[in-house]
Each structure stands twice: as structure tokens, then as C-alpha cells.
């Protein structure tokens, strides 16, 4: 007769959680003997499926997700407003724009979808204006938000299509490279999908008036840093350096402030640099001219044994 041992565990049963209960990330796929994770009672670590790095997840953030895919998810920060603006796929593959609260991230705020599409969608914001553009990768659709404080904070504006001309991806011109003449609020360079070519695609606020729009055009970001590479270091936070708009009424102008700054910025960043190679030109000198004299006292040497071992006229 068989005996069971009495065990108040003996019925623990494994519950499983669903899905959205779950932690989904890109989990390392190593075939190595590892544990690839640890946990204590505030986070989880997981490693990471390229280069090795770290995945570090909040407990009681697991179950937030942007999207409901995640296979390409992009983030940007909405400048002053201490909002976040996402881009992603949901379930049906349909592309989403959402907008949350940087001290709420329990629950977007805003969000606006596009037809299905596996396109990435890309987000390029404009902080001195509040304008955020987006662009389909693949597609040539570009269109326009303004972003403000009110509790549903995105407005949608206008749109930009161009079917044949599809784009691979695009990148942002600083506010301080633009055209102000033209009330050029943004450019985007955009890289063509089908042909070899990137074309700069200005966005531009149609007036009449010729004068500087002051409006249009706030203060921007500068050239000149906030902060050194040591005050950074050392924890220190300032907000950026402000310049006037007004001033650069052509792009070349701002080119040439820039190469103005940068040239004053090396010279003072290399300035012990070019007291030291002085002082190592000014002593090679020296050395140079110490064996001129030796050379030249040894040619004087030279010549001399020369006429000691030079026959007499009589002996010839």
C-alpha cells in the first residue's frame, strides 16, 4: 500500500496571466545556459536581444504599452509642453499618432489613426511653433498637427501628398537654417524610396507681407552651448541659448554665423595646444641653428686637413 505524504502545498496550482498582463519585449535569442533575467520586488532585468544590453521594466508599469504592436514604435518629446508624442500600429495595422502626459503615462490623451499599413510612421516636431509633422515611410503623405495645453492638446492642420514620389526616410533642418524671407517654418529633406535623390521639402506660411513675421519666428536655439562637457558631467541642467530670427534673412547669414562660432570655438578650446606646438617649433629652431654652426665648424675642419695633406709645390 502506497503512502502520500501529507503536504499543505501539495495542490499549488500555476496561473497564467493574459496577455496584456504580460511583459513583451525583444528578449535576447542566445542559445547560451543563462537565466538571461533577474528581479526583485520594484523592477525586472531582461537582456536584450542585440549587443547585450539591458532591459529595465517597472512592476507596476508592465502592462502600459504605447501601441498594440510594437514592432515599430517612435517617440518624441514635445518640447515645453511636457507632453510625448508616439507613433505606432495597433492591432488592425492601422497607424496611430498619440499624444500622453509626461507625468501620466497610465493613459493617452490624444490620438489620431491613418489607414492600415505596415509604413512606419515618422514624427518631426517643430518646438518654437508647437507644429508636429509626420511621414509615412513608403509612402508620400506628410501631414501637420499643432500641439497645445488644452485637454485634448492635438489639432490636425493639413496634409502634404506626393503618391509618386514615396519616401525611405527624412530628416529635420535646425529652426536656425531656414529661410525667414520665405516664412519657411520647416525643412525636411526628404530621401526618395525609388530614385537615388534627396529632396529638400520646404514647409512654408503663406503671407503677403515682406516684413520679418515675428510670430511665426520666436527666439530659436543657437549655436553656443548651455552648458561645458565638465559642467555636464558634473550634473548641472540650463535651458538652451536663445538667438534672434531677425537677423538671418538669408540662410548663408546663419552659415556664416556658425562658421564664426565654430572658428571662435576652436580657438579657444586649442589655444594651449597652439602655445605648446609654438613652444616646440621655436625650440627645433634653436636645434636647427646649433647644427648649422657645427656643420659649418666642420666644413671649416675639413678644409683645413685638406691643405695639411695637400702635397708642397716642390715635391711635384
Known amino acids: 500500500m502506497s503512502f502520500i505524504r501529507s503536504s499543505k502545498f501539495r495542490h ?10 504580460c511583459f513583451e519585449v525583444p528578449v535576447t535569442g542566445n542559445a547560451f545556459e543563462s537565466d538571461f533575467s533577474a528581479v526583485n520586488p520594484k523592477f525586472l532585468a531582461l537582456v536584450a536581444r542585440s549587443n547585450g544590453a539591458f532591459i529595465i521594466l517597472k512592476h507596476e508599469e508592465s502592462t502600459k504599452t504605447a501601441h498594440e504592436s510594437k514592432k515599430i514604435l517612435k517617440v518624441v518629446w514635445l518640447g515645453r509642453k511636457n ?4 507613433t505606432g500600429l495597433n492591432k488592425m495595422m492601422e497607424r496611430e499618432l498619440k499624444i500622453w502626459r509626461a507625468t501620466d503615462l497610465g493613459k493617452f490623451i490624444a490620438v489620431h489613426r491613418l489607414e492600415p499599413s505596415s509604413g512606419c510612421l515618422l ?3 517643430d518646438p518654437d511653433n508647437n507644429v508636429l509633422f509626420t511621414a509615412i515611410k513608403g509612402d508620400g503623405l506628410i501631414q501637420y498637427f499643432e500641439v497645445d495645453d488644452k485637454a485634448s492638446p492635438l489639432h490636425f492642420l493639413t496634409e502634404f501628398r506626393a503618391p509618386s514620389k514615396p519616401q525611405k526616410a527624412l530628416c529635420a533642418m535646425p529652426k536656425r537654417g531656414l529661410d525667414v524671407t520665405t516664412n519657411e517654418i520647416m525643412r525636411l529633406y526628404k530621401i526618395h524610396n525609388l530614385q537615388a535623390m534627396v529632396e529638400p521639402l520646404s514647409m512654408i506660411v ?5 516684413t520679418f513675421q515675428q510670430d511665426i519666428y520666436p527666439d530659436c536655439i543657437g549655436y553656443e552651448p548651455a552648458l561645458t562637457a565638465e559642467e555636464w558631467i558634473a550634473g548641472e541642467n540650463k535651458s538652451p541659448i536663445l538667438i534672434s530670427m531677425e537677423n538671418m534673412s538669408e540662410p548663408s547669414e546663419a552659415k556664416n554665423d556658425m562658421t564664426d562660432y565654430v572658428n571662435q570655438a576652436s580657438t579657444e578650446d586649442n589655444g594651449a595646444e597652439v602655445d605648446e606646438m609654438k613652444e616646440k617649433i621655436t625650440a627645433l629652431e634653436q636645434e636647427l641653428a646649433t647644427l648649422r654652426e657645427q656643420l659649418t665648424e666642420k666644413d671649416a675642419t675639413i678644409e683645413e686637413l685638406k691643405s695639411k695633406l695637400a702635397p708642397a709645390p716642390d715635391e711635384e
Open 12 to 21: 499549488v496550482y500555476a496561473q497564467e496571466r493574459k496577455k496584456e498582463d
Open 83 to 86: 507632453l510625448i508624442a508616439t
Open 123 to 125: 514624427p518631426y516636431y
Open 206 to 210: 503663406p503671407r503677403k507681407a515682406e
